[in-house]
């Protein structure tokens, strides 16, 4: 059963940093690339970072180039997103992504993150 389980979501002040993790299972990890997502409120859902298999590629938009770093262990089955600097316009449902290419993908359930004083 494929598994895309992500964590570490929660409330921070802003300049603060959280660190949220999406464990894979179920499927051949190393094989796929990987994708962060985010979806506020009434907005539509939105990449935040994206990374290749072997984790030596990585795409950031403007909006959090320079703040968030995404890295992946193939080892662990693990992708990570660290997010430094949170602004109040990071609140979001943080998604992760698999991608193995073509229509094959997977998505997990989501993580809440609040940026707020």
């Known amino acids: 059963q494929v598994q895309l389980v992500e964590s570490g979501g929660g409330l921070v002040q802003p300049g603060g940093s959280l660190r949220l993790s999406c464990a894979a299972s179920?499927?051949?990890?190393?094989?796929?690339?990987m994708r962060w997502y985010r979806q506020a409120p009434g907005k539509e859902r939105e990449l935040v970072a994206g990374?290749?298999?072997?984790?030596?590629?990585?795409y950031y938009p403007d909006s959090v180039k320079g703040r968030f770093t995404i890295s992946r262990d193939n080892t662990k089955n693990m992708v990570i997103l660290q997010m430094n600097s949170l602004k109040p316009e990071d609140t979001a449902v943080y998604y992760c992504?698999?991608?193995?290419?073509?229509?094959?993908?997977?998505w997990g359930q989501g993580t809440q993150v609040t940026v707020s004083s």
């Open positions: 992504k698999a991608m193995l290419g073509g229509p094959l993908e997977y």
């Open positions: 179920g499927f051949i990890f190393s094989h796929y690339a």
């Open positions: 990374i290749n298999t072997l984790g030596g590629t990585t």
